[in-house]
């Protein structure tokens, strides 16, 4: 972490990684984003667990929604699904077959009287369910685009100088920013005008 030195002052991130901050006792500072990129994160044999994890935590997810959906609106309560997801994921972490899975997913709902099929119903329909969740982890995932973070709250504490003012007009349109002016300033100073409309 560096720290910001001069009178103009950041908070926020730009380009997508670069984080200027405020800390309570080192004042402003400058850091780069922790984080891991996609294709490392798919690739890395360092990440194999985390992989495994993410994937159960799709299958949890997924096998969850689709048994929730015979819970009747009325007998849900906040945290119901989590709990439905939880006992998911742990049991696939186990090892667990998908038909055990669903059918403890069931048994769960049928003890906490919340699910609308029976035990008939739910054998009927455990091959419907894993058909579903076969298809739908086979769903190509969309690529999300990354949107690069560019925006800036700016603070000043002192009069700004012609090269502080010509960066502030030639380099900062890519950038959503705001300005204000802390602190003293001499009655004569005028701000420019173009500054005028990122002020706050």
């Known amino acids: 972490m560096a720290k910001q030195t001069g009178y103009v002052k950041a908070t926020g991130t730009v380009c997508g990684d670069i984080n200027?901050?405020?800390?309570?006792?080192?004042?402003?500072?400058?850091?780069?984003?922790?984080?891991?990129?996609?294709?490392?994160?798919?690739?890395?044999?360092?990440?194999?667990?985390?992989r495994r994890s993410a994937e159960r935590f799709k299958q949890g997810n997924i096998m969850s929604s689709i048994i929730y959906r015979f819970v009747p609106v009325?007998?849900?309560?906040?945290?119901?699904?989590?709990?439905?997801?939880?006992?998911?994921?742990?049991?696939?972490?186990?090892?667990?077959?998908?038909?055990e899975v669903f059918s403890a997913l069931f048994t769960f709902l049928t003890e906490q009287k919340r699910i609308s099929l029976t035990r008939e119903q739910f054998e009927l329909l455990l091959s419907s369910f894993e058909e579903e969740l076969k298809a739908r982890l086979q769903e190509p995932k969309p690529e999300k685009e990354k949107k690069m973070k560019n925006k800036l709250d700016i603070q000043v504490f002192a009069p700004l100088n012609e090269e502080d003012i010509e960066y502030f007009k030639l380099y900062m349109d890519d950038?959503?920013?705001?300005?204000?002016?802390?602190?003293?300033?001499?009655?004569?100073?005028?701000?420019p005008l173009f500054l005028l409309k990122h002020a706050v």
Do not use: H, N
């Open 20 to 50: 200027f901050y405020k800390d309570v006792d080192c004042g402003f500072l400058v850091r780069m984003l922790p984080g891991v990129d996609s294709k490392r994160f798919w690739k890395d044999p360092a990440f194999e667990g985390s």
């Open 74 to 99: 009325k007998r849900r309560y906040p945290r119901l699904f989590t709990q439905v997801r939880r006992i998911a994921i742990a049991f696939l972490k186990q090892g667990s077959e998908k038909g």
């Open 175 to 191: 950038i959503e920013w705001t300005i204000r002016f802390e602190g003293e300033f001499p009655e004569d100073y005028r701000i």
